[in-house]
């Protein structure tokens, strides 16, 4: 029993042919070397801002070491419920429509198990993030991959949602500002789509973990067009825009009998959120604007020098509305994007992801995260343009 082959033998067939994330396998061949510049993870160089993190040692002084209502702490639920309706203009009621979670991924990891049964199709669109896909097949979904193009600025459109749905259809999964495109979706888009889930009677689930970092418009969520809160479950977190991804502090927004769903599964897997983690969130919400303004404001730079840098390049590279990624077309080098990433790690020591690391129709790209400091983006772009010229 004790043997490799045996205990294979013993792992469920779903979790044995679901592969391991390309941006992991990618950056256990980085962590191998030094003098680096990684452009790989999605994570903000900024430190949580120090009047959140001193709420949460406050808390820890304070002895608040318990476990809090399944839900989350009631203080946050409100904060939670003010903030979505300020961004949004739709109200939930924080003691039955707010479930605290940890991280926007156990909200979606909830979300889908809440709603999907075997054989049920879940819709979403690439390229994506990594994590959509395994989380419908663990919930024994099929998940329906919706290919965006980059001759539309891999924008979802309805056509290619009307191509791909079916009677076995029940959940559309969105993702607007984008990872790893950093696209954002119009009003007239976000329009659109709503229309199509509510002809098709689908339950959506929006992911808009990235709002606040949206630079030249005003972000639309698919919750404020009328009939769509009823029939959506909008998932946000502290992650992103407030530096907490430490934290591990997420939220969902539904009607109450789909937060009711999903907190029966988080009551008997996860219990509740950290208390110390939910205390440094209340004070997130209460203060932290001009935190959040001026991150944003950096990103903002990163982005315009980043984007201008692939361009000078003569290497095409989808605008940024959002996020902090930049997707660039390196299809005319006549290398695949994972051929590409790791001749620039060789030779440059430069670490970005390989686009098909977030579905196939990202061959021909690489993700480039300026979550970083922009001095080390001007020396990644000397290196990159450095490399291209020799090819």
């Not at 390229?127 to 097949?137: G, H």
């Not at 404020?224 to 969902?252: D, Q």
């Not at 686009?355 to 196939?360: D, P």
């Amino acid at each position: 029993m004790s043997d490799s082959k045996s205990l294979h033998s013993k792992i469920s067939k779903v979790v044995h042919e679901i592969p391991r994330s390309g941006i992991r396998d990618f950056f256990d061949i980085v962590s191998s070397r030094e003098d680096v510049i990684s452009l790989g993870i999605g994570e903000p160089d900024f430190v949580t801002p120090w009047h959140i993190r001193e709420a949460a040692t406050l808390a820890l002084e304070r002895g608040q070491t318990s476990y809090t209502s399944n839900m989350g702490l009631l203080s946050l639920r409100r904060g939670i419920s003010q903030y979505v309706e300020k961004k949004t203009g739709i109200r939930y009621v924080p003691e039955e429509e707010v479930l605290v979670t940890v991280g926007v991924s156990e909200g979606l990891d909830l979300a889908v198990r809440a709603l999907v049964e075997p054989g049920d199709e879940v819709l979403y669109h690439e390229p994506s993030y990594v994590s959509y896909n395994p989380l419908i097949q663990f919930a024994y979904g099929k998940p329906v991959a919706i290919q965006t193009r980059k001759e539309n600025g891999f924008r979802l459109t309805r056509q290619d949602l009307e191509q791909n749905v079916s009677e076995k259809t029940k959940v559309l999964l969105l993702n607007y500002p984008n990872n790893p495109t950093g696209v954002a979706l119009s009003k007239a888009d976000v329009e659109d789509i709503a229309a199509f889930a509510i002809e098709h009677d689908l339950i959506v689930l929006t992911d808009e973990i990235y709002d606040e970092l949206t630079y030249d418009k005003e972000h639309y969520s698919v919750i404020s067009v009328p009939g769509m809160r009823e029939r959506t479950i909008y998932l946000h977190g502290f992650s992103k825009a407030w530096a907490m991804t430490g934290f591990r502090m997420g939220f969902t927004c539904a009607p109450p009998e789909l937060t009711e769903a999903m907190m029966k599964i988080h009551q008997y897997t996860m219990l509740c959120a950290p208390i110390l983690s939910q205390e440094a969130s209340v004070e997130a919400l209460r203060s932290s604007d001009a935190d959040i303004a001026y991150m944003k404001a950096e990103y903002k730079k990163r982005r315009n020098y980043i984007h201008s840098s692939f361009e000078e390049m003569g290497i095409p590279c989808i605008y940024p509305d959002g996020a902090f990624y930049a997707f660039a077309d390196i299809s005319k080098f006549g290398m695949t994007s994972q051929e590409f990433a790791l001749h620039l790690l060789d030779e440059q020591n430069v670490a970005c992801v390989p686009g098909t690391a977030f579905g196939a129709c990202g061959e021909g790209f690489i993700r480039c995260s300026y979550a970083t400091s922009l001095e080390e983006i001007k020396e990644a772009m000397v290196r990159i343009a450095r490399f291209i010229e020799k090819l």
